[in-house]
């Protein structure tokens, strides 16, 4: 079955960076989408960022356009998230994603928090 494991998460300052990792297995990862989704205290669960299968498209939503970017690498089945120049609106639960067999599917999530 499709299992997503997300790390990297933690503390950070203002202006900092994190990587987030997402390791993907049960399923042909390198035939599929993927996505970073966030989820703050009170919000809604929104994508931040997608990748296709061949990494030739890559988007973003504005909230994060020019501070993150997605990347992945075949080889480990792995999707990662750089968050540079985070911002406190940033800190959320983040969560990696694909969509399969009819359903999203999504990892157990790894929170961010950027505070001083």
């Known amino acids: 079955q499709v299992q997503l494991v997300e790390s990297g998460g933690g503390l950070v300052q203002p202006g900092g960076s994190l990587r987030l990792s997402c390791l993907a297995s049960g399923f042909p990862f390198s035939s599929y989408w993927m996505s970073w989704y966030r989820q703050g205290l009170g919000n809604e669960r929104d994508e931040v960022a997608g990748?296709?299968?061949?990494?030739?498209?890559?988007e973003y939503s504005e909230s994060v356009k020019g501070r993150f970017t997605i990347s992945r690498d075949g080889a480990k089945s792995t999707v990662y998230l750089q968050m540079d120049n985070l911002k406190p609106e940033d800190t959320a639960v983040y969560f990696c994603s694909v969509f399969r067999d009819g359903r999203r599917h999504w990892g157990q999530g790894t929170k961010v928090t950027v505070s001083s």
């Open positions: 990748i296709s299968a061949g990494s030739r498209t890559r």
